[in-house]
């Protein structure tokens, strides 16, 4: 059985790195429903614009995170394109 080799060459170049980092994850409280969309509506306008968003995203998919916004994708957007 071979290991898949996994690229993150990418990752220095992602938009998301530095303070804006935390609107892409959830907050350690619970948030309400519209907090929720707003900080995750941020995160997506941060990936529309991102140069490694496609990479981003394509790493998401193959390691299966469960968490977060990857590459313009929410984890249940995410789930829907594996299904």
């Known amino acids: 059985m071979s290991a898949i080799r996994?690229?993150?060459a990418?990752?220095?170049k992602a938009s998301c790195r530095g303070e804006q980092a935390s609107v892409f994850?959830?907050?350690s409280y619970a948030e309400r429903k519209d907090?929720?969309?707003?900080r995750e509506s941020k995160a997506k306008?941060?990936?529309a614009q991102c140069p490694v968003r496609r990479a981003c995203?394509?790493?998401a998919l193959t390691i299966h995170?469960?968490?977060?916004?990857w590459g313009g994708l929410t984890e249940q957007e995410?789930?829907?394109?594996?299904?």
């Open 35 to 38: 907090e929720k969309l707003a």
């Open 57 to 59: 995203l394509d790493y």
């Open 78 to 83: 995410r789930r829907q394109l594996l299904n």
């Open 6 to 8: 996994i690229d993150e």
């Open 45 to 47: 306008s941060i990936c």
């Open 25 to 27: 994850f959830p907050p």
């Open 65 to 69: 995170e469960q968490h977060g916004i």
């Open 10 to 12: 990418w990752q220095p």
